[in-house]
């Protein structure tokens, strides 16, 4: 009951001290902050979605800069491997240039050699005669001489004939000494009647082209290390055996130059092989 009438008296007391009109005045602005509290709180939390909404979009920017980072590293790898992948290939290109260069001096080189040889042979032995022949097959030189003026029919005794013939050529081979010469008998197909001493055609075309050779050696000067025996016997025919001509054509002693130019061929070869790797 005392606590009643206390306030009560506080009541009275704060009615009569503040006036109506500043009681008014006071619950106005009262209102006016309230208001503005209130439009604050709004703002507040407008502020604090459109944060919320920006950390999302940040992350979501560090994340795509990260891994535009990571692309970048990547394509710079990738960039500095093309880079040297495309400067390997310049090298390959450089050193396939400088193969196709160097196989390309070495045949310039053999053709100029051969092309020599073939002019020095022609001016030597010379080309009148229809029973000699110079001339260039795959890049080699041949001499080839008819029978008749090597041998007489079924011999393997060099004629006189043809040792004015053989001296030519000796003089050329005498002249080059990285020359080598091989030396190839060749028959008709008319069999070789044996003798006990020679069985065939296989061996008349081999004692024809050993006995050149000595020639060659004994009376003509020649190096025995620059000659070549061999024998063809009946099968390398310039033309068909058919007629007593033909067989005439046929029955011939080829003399193989060989100017020692094996390093061009090996490193053409070797090139070659390179290329097709």
């Given amino acids: 009951m005392r606590k009643i009438v206390i306030a009560l008296s506080v009541l009275t007391l704060l009615t009569s001290c503040v006036s109506k009109k500043k009681y008014t005045d006071l619950e106005a602005k009262n209102k006016e902050t309230q208001d503005l509290l209130n439009t604050a709180t709004v703002k507040l939390n407008s502020c604090l979605e459109e944060k919320a909404g920006l950390a999302a979009t940040v992350e979501g920017l560090k994340e795509k800069n990260q891994l535009l980072i990571n692309t970048s590293k990547d394509m710079t790898v990738l ?11 310049l090298e390959t290109i450089k050193e396939k240039d400088l193969k196709i260069s ?18 020095s042979l022609k001016s030597s032995v010379g080309i009148s005669d229809p029973d000699i022949e110079i001339n260039v097959e795959k890049g080699v030189v041949f001499i080839s001489i008819a029978d008749k003026l090597l041998f007489k029919s079924g011999s393997y005794e060099v004629t006189d004939k043809a040792k004015a013939v053989l001296a030519k050529v000796a003089k050329v081979v005498n002249d ?49 290390a620059q000659l070549i025996a061999a024998g063809r016997s009946s099968y390398v025919p310039l033309v068909e055996n058919d007629t007593p001509e033909n067989r005439s054509k046929n029955r011939r ?4 130059v060989l100017p020692k130019i094996d390093q061009f061929y090996d490193m053409i070869e070797k090139e070659m092989k390179k290329q097709q790797q």
């Fill in 176 to 224: 080059k000494p990285d020359f080598e010469c091989m030396v190839e008998g060749h028959t008709d197909n008319v069999p070789y009647r044996s003798n006990g001493i020679m069985l065939d055609n296989w061996d008349l075309s081999v004692k024809r082209s050993t006995s050149i050779i000595r020639v060659l050696t004994n009376d003509l000067g020649v190096k025995p």
């Fill in 253 to 256: 002693t080829r003399i193989v």
């Fill in 79 to 89: 960039t500095t491997k093309g880079a040297e992948n495309i400067e390997k290939a």
């Fill in 102 to 119: 160097r196989m390309q001096d070495a045949l310039t080189k053999k053709d100029s050699v051969t092309l020599a040889l073939v002019t």
